[in-house]
DNA sequence: CAAAGTTAAGGGAACGATCCCAAAGTAACT
DNA sequence: AGTTACTTTGGGATCGTTCCCTTAACTTTG
């Protein structure tokens, strides 16, 4: 019951304290059979180092905050597998918040993490205009933090992951062109999310190279829920706008539009194709399945765990700025044949 | 950029650190007076009390694990949800583990977190008749478990949050009944899960109850996943048993047959209908849309961490098992008409 | 007015590990 | 033999807080 110390291994063994702790930190100080000595002793008493004793003399916590905006769909969560992988085997703990797609919370988390001591942050922001000032602040009292999919503007210097946006767009748009469609919708996410412009600017262009661009395709939800994209696609066909295919900022906005137009007889792909931007595995478990921009939700976890630590080992690390490659899936959702 | 401590405070307003401290801790043995001009000078300072030094002191770490079979799925998260509700205003960090339904992952895991110094666990285990033994390792180390969703078999004594499985299980086949299904196929969950074998349960003794048992549409797919939800209903139509709804162990398995059935030209719900067993976010994004038993997922994660608490507050509370009810939700895959 | 009680504040040990510094022992070389 | 160098071990400060134990000043009471 009663916690085995280092003193209490050191009286059972009539050594010092610092010859115990050296035959853990693997110190060259140390006899051999001394440090074999203090091995079996601790195994026998069933000794296991103290992480709190050390957090307290290093000032370091070994815990990571994850800031999502949600973590219902499985975007973050995938994200997150990927943080794991990297940060468990360090012996780091990682503690996860929700925003709730709320600056507001999403502050609170903030200074909520700063609380709890975190030695960096990894964070995917719910809207990227709001918070600026608090990113600064929890960076300046020693905090690194390292963004993902949703960075903050240029004008704050920090290490973030993303992934080619405005390219993958692009490309998604041009296969809905190739299989002939020519009335292309694009559900845009929030103005305030730098990659909802990227994406937009990727359509965009494409569309207007084809001398298919028309405003009125152009739609902006009023969030980023099913709900949402539900209600954008039927504000659609209640204004009687025609249209053959829907490009969508996110797999949760094309879904929500997907499930109206199928409640209403739509033939999905045959009369209005479905694409959408995102990578996540709710994509492949509605009907018709979806066709998508998959981002490499693992790796960005990864590459973002591997920066923030790299920021912690060396405080004076330069920020770096890593863009991963995403992969264009196509699903039934914009082919005829289911896959 | 350096910490401020109790000393520094102690030093700029040439008081005591007993003093300081005293200001914080509502202790009564200090003047209003001087505690109003602590409080001011710690304002001034910024200073911030360092939970690392008080986890040293009382050996309490302020973490909790949370271990779930997997985090893609919106069951876990929605739980989470209610975990952090309840453990974040107390300045409980949550740490969560994800155990891919796999056993010996789940018990890296517990290890893991033990390392980590967590003071409780707040678990769904993968399987459960495997850990048994881990269970009451960590337990005996004096680091409290509650188990919520599947539970250890009753030779263990813990506290636990479930719901009447057994009876929402049977209204729901009821419902099946009721609108004329006769051949109703149960996708059972596996043995080794005692929610699998209660809702099989109910199943069967309303089939049973209605002379429509068929040991035929009784199966147990090869996993949890979509893809094995999917593959147990083509081999139900490539095996030719004939069967007019689905009523599934979770979403999930719900889901992947649903698709498959939905390639294969079926109507639902007017050729096969569909119910299942979890109350996730999944059976509304899917169309149709699923009826389902709704779990209060929210209120479970916070039953749970209420227990958990109870537990660290007082180590020897003795154990509870709370029992939550269930809700029925009717949606389009066993109705006619969308809602 | 002295003894006892009350109130406010200070001193310092404790939590568990690491690591700097010192000390003792041994080996090697002039 | 004496100096130097190296190896191995021990002592004790340190991290930031709380809390037990004193101490000092002031108040009450017979």
Redesign the interface.
């Known amino acids: 019951?009663k916690?085995v110390t280092i003193k209490d291994l050191s009286k059972y063994l009539a050594l010092s304290t610092s010859t115990i702790s050296r035959a853990f930190v693997d110190d060259k100080h140390i006899h051999p059979e001394t440090k074999r000595i203090v091995l079996e002793g601790a195994q026998k008493l069933g000794y296991?180092p103290?992480?709190?004793?050390l957090?307290?003399k290093y000032?370091k916590?070994k815990?990571i905050g994850f800031v999502v905006p949600e973590?219902?769909?499985?975007f973050s969560?995938?994200v997150?597998?990927g943080v794991?992988n990297v940060l468990?085997p360090l012996?780091y703990?990682?503690?996860?918040?929700?925003s709730d797609e709320n600056p507001e919370i999403e502050r609170k988390n903030l200074l909520?993490l700063e609380?709890?001591?975190v030695d960096g942050i990894i964070i995917n922001l719910c809207h990227e205009t709001f918070n600026q000032a608090t990113y600064q602040q929890v960076m300046e009292?020693?905090i690194p933090m390292v963004f993902f999919d949703r960075i903050p503007p240029r004008t704050l210097d920090v290490s973030k992951v993303l992934v080619n946006d405005n390219i993958k767009a692009s490309l998604m748009v041009e296969h809905l062109i190739s299989i002939g469609r020519k009335r292309i919708v694009h559900l845009k996410g929030p103005s305030s999310i730098r990659n909802a412009e990227e994406r937009a600017s990727g359509y965009r262009r494409i569309l207007t190279k084809h001398q298919l661009f028309d405003p009125q395709l152009l739609v902006e939800p009023q969030g980023m829920l099913?709900q949402h994209g539900r209600d954008a696609a039927k504000e659609l066909i209640e204004k009687n706008i025609a249209f053959d295919s829907i490009f969508a900022f996110t797999d949760t906005l094309a879904?929500?539009a997907?499930?109206y137009l199928?409640?209403q007889g739509y033939r999905i792909p045959e009369q209005i194709a479905i694409a959408s931007f995102s990578g996540t595995?709710?994509a492949?478990?509605?009907?018709p399945?979806l066709s998508n921009v998959q981002q490499p939700l693992v790796e960005m976890g990864e590459t973002a765990a591997t920066l923030v630590m790299e920021k912690i080992n060396n405080a004076v690390a330069p920020c770096q700025s890593v863009t991963l490659d995403a992969k264009l899936i196509y699903r039934s959702s914009t082919l005829g044949n289911?896959v």
Chains 1, 2 share one sequence.
């Open positions: 019951m916690r296991r103290n992480p709190m004793a957090s307290l000032g916590s815990n973590m219902t769909t499985p969560s995938t997150l597998r794991q468990y012996g703990r990682v503690i996860i918040m929700q909520l609380e709890f001591n009292k020693g099913f879904i929500g997907m499930n199928l409640e595995e709710m492949t478990i509605v009907h399945p289911p």
